[in-house]
């Protein structure tokens, strides 16, 4: 039985002797025109026989508090129950950061048409917490139209940021090599993290395909039991 999508229709097609699914999303809903998916940017083809596939249960995502765009304590207790999506950026970045987040605008505005949308999270990690205070996120927050109580913001300490992020999520930051155009090197890779906080895939962020296939593996860890 396939999976009930996020935000997509469903349609097994013959093409010869193989069978596609094909991922469309639903373009119903009050969404503003700015937050609107651009048309296509969630469509894909895949095998048909893969549909039922789960992704592995991978590691446990470690605990943490730091604190929110809001100056609110946020831990991984407030996540628990939740299927949520993560990411690192800090605001001063001009290189990938701006895609990422504009990237997960673009999953935002998908889950917004879609029930289930309140058992999901948006998570992104500052690696500049130095320079990202709680207020600093709230405006870049605010720029990019995240939805209160759902697309969250977090900074702390570097000393507690960095090692969350290297040995929870398993992603890579370290200061940059001299001449790089970003002063904290950091991956554009999204992660996709269970109710029960096991991280169950990794996702390129900064292409279609990347948030295409982190879409489909999100509605697949929504309907598990």
Request: glycine content about 8%; some cysteine; aromatic content about 8%.
């Amino acid at each position: 039985m396939l999976p009930k999508a996020v935000l997509v229709l469903v349609a097994v097609l013959s093409l010869s002797a193989t069978a596609w699914i094909t991922l469309t999303v639903l373009t119903v809903g009050p969404i503003a025109p700015e937050d609107r998916p651009p048309a296509g940017v969630f469509e894909v083809h895949g095998p048909a026989d893969q549909a039922d596939l789960s992704p592995p249960r991978l590691y446990p995502m470690l605990d943490f508090n730091l604190t929110d765009q809001d100056g609110q304590a946020f831990g991984l207790s407030d996540l628990r129950g939740k299927v949520w999506v993560a990411d690192t950026i800090f605001t001063r970045c001009d290189a990938i950061c701006p895609t990422l987040t504009s990237g997960l605008k673009q999953i935002q505005a998908a889950l917004r048409l879609d029930e289930r949308y309140p058992n999901t999270r948006l998570v992104s990690f500052s690696v500049d917490g130095g320079y990202d205070t709680a207020e600093v996120l709230k405006r870049y927050a605010d720029a990019y139209r995240a939805d209160p109580g759902q697309w969250y913001f977090l900074t702390g300490g570097r000393d507690v940021v960095w090692p969350l992020i290297n040995d929870g999520l398993r992603l890579a930051v370290d200061e940059a090599e001299p001449g790089e155009d970003m002063a904290i090197s950091h991956t554009g890779k999204l992660v996709l993290i269970d109710r029960e906080g096991m991280i169950r895939g990794y996702y390129d962020g900064l292409n279609e395909a990347g948030r295409i296939e982190m879409l489909a593996d999100m509605a697949r860890v929504l309907d598990e039991e």
